[in-house]
């Protein structure tokens, strides 16, 4: 609702996408070769990066096994185009139980408009879940 | 005339003295809603209106899907 900014009400104590999304999930652009990203985002300690446009709308995803493909592609070339986004106001609960449902290790956080918000973990939101 | 407006306007709008007024049903308004938000519920719209805002300030509307 309120694209990860502070609420008020009843609810705002229960964790929703946005407060677990990791906001320092590095970023790429479609026109980047994968070699130098590959490079980037493992350095940073990250196996995963998000590619956005120059107004942070998100275009794709790269996970490990796309990280890994020939390092001389373009980003545009290697990414998994449009992957499933999630809104922000979304609860851990609800998040928890898709994910590992469909065995994702890490899913999008994105305002209604597209920008992204931040990568949300399975193992941040399974640990968060079991504090609940 | 109502106008479809991002959240950079919003926040403009809200430091110039906009209103801000959440339409949803009560139950969702008291789970949570956007700091400093007037409820009013669509369907009382017509009849709390001009009760509740001030028709010299704009006024900004949202429900649920306003990420």
Redesign the interface.
């Known amino acids: 609702?309120?694209?990860g900014l502070?609420?008020?009400?009843?609810?705002?104590q229960h964790p929703r996408a946005a407060d677990v999304a990791r906001k320092d999930v590095p970023t790429s652009g479609l026109k980047e070769r994968l070699g130098e990203v590959r490079d980037r985002v493992r350095a940073a300690g990250w196996d995963s990066t998000v590619v956005v446009n120059e107004e942070r709308v998100l275009l794709g995803l790269l996970r490990a096994a796309e990280l890994d493909k020939d390092p001389a592609q373009l980003i545009e070339h290697a990414m998994r185009p449009g992957p499933s986004t999630f809104?922000?106001?979304v609860s851990i609960d609800d998040m928890a139980h898709f994910m590992v449902e469909h065995q994702l290790e890490n899913v999008p956080v994105t305002?209604?408009?597209g920008r992204l918000v931040g990568l949300l973990l399975k193992q941040d939101v399974v640990s968060r879940t079991a504090e609940e | 005339m109502p106008k479809r407006i991002?959240?950079d306007e919003v926040h403009r709008l809200l430091d110039s003295g906009a209103q801000l007024v959440e339409v949803l049903p009560s139950p969702e308004?008291?789970?949570?809603?956007?700091?400093?938000?007037l409820h009013l519920p669509l369907r009382h719209v017509d009849g709390r209106a001009r009760d509740l805002l001030d028709p010299s300030r704009k006024v900004i509307v949202?429900c649920?899907?306003?990420?």
């Not at chain 1, 502070?6 to 705002?12: A, S, V």
């Not at chain 2, 308004?29 to 938000?37: I, W």
Request: proline share 9%.
């Open positions: 609702m309120a694209a502070p609420t008020e009400g009843t609810n705002t809104r922000p106001f305002t209604s408009d | 991002d959240r308004y008291e789970e949570e809603h956007l700091p400093g938000a949202y649920w899907d306003s990420s």
